[in-house]
């Protein structure tokens, strides 16, 4: 059952992408370009979001436990090391240069967007590199027991 779930829920996802224009890599890069050709629409798909998960949150962390798994993963570590500079820094030039950021990608393979077939495989290399260069992979990671 847990499956079927997370297929509908990626589901969702990905048509919110497309309907949004986040699968579109030239509005995300009109998004991104204030001083120039500035599109502001994308913010108030972040805003939703934002509003979205804040109150999915609430709603869910009151839960003891979830309903397909025995406990949460919730992150525990608050320090600002290099890997929480570094790793979105690296995330936010990508975005910039491409006009993609995972979802979105994925979801423009499926659409057979223009730039997807050369992204996605720099995209998978760079997640597997920072796998293999991560030395504690789950740090920061709590388990809450029901």
């Given at each position: 059952m847990?499956?079927?779930?997370?297929?509908?829920?990626?589901?969702?996802?990905?048509?919110?992408?497309?309907?949004?224009?986040?699968?579109?890599?030239?509005?995300?890069?009109?998004?991104?370009?204030?001083?120039?050709?500035?599109?502001?629409?994308?913010?108030?798909?972040?805003?939703?979001?934002?509003?979205?998960?804040?109150?999915?949150?609430?709603?869910?962390?009151?839960?003891?436990?979830?309903?397909?798994?025995?406990?949460?993963?919730?992150?525990?570590?608050?320090a600002i090391d290099a890997r929480i500079l570094v790793g979105p820094a690296i995330f936010g030039v990508g975005w910039g240069l491409s006009g993609f950021c995972p979802g979105p990608a994925l979801t423009s393979l499926g659409l057979a967007a223009p730039g997807t077939l050369a992204f996605v495989p720099a995209m998978l290399v760079g997640m597997a590199a920072a796998r293999l260069l991560s030395a504690r992979p789950t740090a920061g990671v709590r388990r809450q027991s029901a």
């Amino acid at each position: 059952m847990g499956i079927l779930v997370q297929l509908a829920a990626g589901l969702l996802f990905g048509i919110g992408l497309v309907v949004s224009g986040m699968a579109n890599p030239a509005k995300v890069l009109n998004f991104l370009d204030v001083a120039g050709n500035w599109d502001p629409s994308l913010a108030f798909v972040m805003v939703g979001a934002i509003a979205v998960t804040a109150l999915g949150y609430r709603v869910i962390l009151a839960r003891p436990k979830p309903l397909f798994a025995a406990a949460f993963q919730l992150p525990t570590q608050r320090a600002i090391d290099a890997r929480i500079l570094v790793g979105p820094a690296i995330f936010g030039v990508g975005w910039g240069l491409s006009g993609f950021c995972p979802g979105p990608a994925l979801t423009s393979l499926g659409l057979a967007a223009p730039g997807t077939l050369a992204f996605v495989p720099a995209m998978l290399v760079g997640m597997a590199a920072a796998r293999l260069l991560s030395a504690r992979p789950t740090a920061g990671v709590r388990r809450q027991s029901a």
